[in-house]
Nanobody, 123 residues
Framework: DVQLQASGGGLVQAGGSLRISCAAS????????IGWFRRAPGKERKWVSC????????YYADSVKGRFTISSDNAKNTVYLQMNSLKPEDTAVYYC????????????????WGQGTLVTVSS
């Protein structure tokens, strides 16, 4: 079975940095993408970023572009989201998701989801 394990969330002050991870296992095909979504309190889950594990192409939502960096370590089957210059509005539960249809901001195009990791940015 495919499993995604998100980790690394925590409490950080505004302007600080945090790196969260998504460990993937159980894939039988190397051609997949990993996306990060987040759900702020009282709001819908929104797409943040995505990386293709085959060609390494990366994509970002406008709200995080220039502050967040997504990367992958294929040897460890782990995708990272480095978050810099954090703002209180980045506070959310961050979820990683995997799919085979290419990077997209559409939740329904991802087949597998991790359990989420909470990131809290204090002002």
């Amino acid at each position: 079975d495919v499993q995604l394990q998100a980790s690394g969330g925590g409490l950080v002050q505004a302007g600080g940095s945090l790196r969260i991870s998504c460990a993937a296992s159980g894939f039988t095909d190397d051609d997949y993408v990993i996306g990060w979504f987040r759900r702020a309190p009282g709001k819908e889950r929104k797409w943040v970023s995505c990386i293709s594990t085959t060609d390494g192409n990366t994509y970002y939502a406008d709200s995080v572009k220039g502050r967040f960096t997504i990367s992958s370590d294929n040897a460890k089957n782990t995708v990272y989201l480095q978050m810099n210059s954090l703002k209180p509005e980045d506070t959310a539960v961050y979820y990683c998701a995997a799919g085979t249809l290419g990077c997209s901001g559409i939740k329904d195009l991802y087949d597998y989801w991790g359990q989420g990791t909470l990131v809290t940015v204090s002002s």
